[in-house]
């Protein structure tokens, strides 16, 4: 795959057992996390895969949303981006940066766009969830050697959040 203008951020939240999603949505309630997501992702693009998009249901304020679908009968909502292939949603994503001033784009899942962007990431943000819910969408394995981790807060439970969660922030080396 080839290199995108823009480096490539990743921001999951993973549980113990590497589930990121079940049912079509998230395993747990972590609204501690959301607000999290939100400021991490805030006025950068968000690419993602179809389901992912339909997960969250609409596109997110603030941010330029980029679904990858290689679905023609998908129509995405006003404001929200579609490329075809991965190929295709990275360049949509590299030219939403140039018109947004973003100086990263943010994969945000699932399980396929993060596999087949992780090879060409440079930083994880990776939510550690202290959970090993059921699950039908895993986080793909990855070597942490090629990785140094640049921080580290938590564990952290806020009052409405259903697991304890570590922030953990790597950059690869």
Do not use: C
């Not at 309630?29 to 805030?42: E, G, Y």
């Amino acid at each position: 795959m080839s290199a995108t203008r823009h480096p490539l951020a990743l921001v999951v939240a993973v549980s113990r057992n590497g589930v990121i999603g079940v049912g079509g949505g998230l395993p747990w309630r972590l609204p501690s996390d959301l607000k999290r997501f939100r400021a991490i992702t805030w006025g950068k693009p968000l690419l993602m895969g179809r389901r992912t998009f339909s997960s969250i249901g609409k596109p997110l304020p603030g941010r330029t949303s980029v679904v990858v679908s290689a679905d023609p009968a998908f129509a995405p909502p006003e404001g929200v981006l579609r490329g075809a292939s991965l190929a295709e949603g990275l360049a949509l994503a590299d030219d939403a940066a140039d018109a947004m001033g973003a100086d990263a784009i943010m994969v945000i899942g699932g399980e396929r766009v993060f596999r087949e962007t992780l090879p060409i990431a440079r930083w994880l943000h990776l939510t550690e969830v202290d959970a090993a819910p059921e699950g039908d969408v895993l986080f793909p394995a990855f070597d942490r050697t090629q990785w140094r981790e640049t921080g580290r807060e938590g564990p952290i439970r806020g009052e409405k959040d259903e697991a304890a969660f570590t922030y953990v922030t790597l950059e690869r080396t």
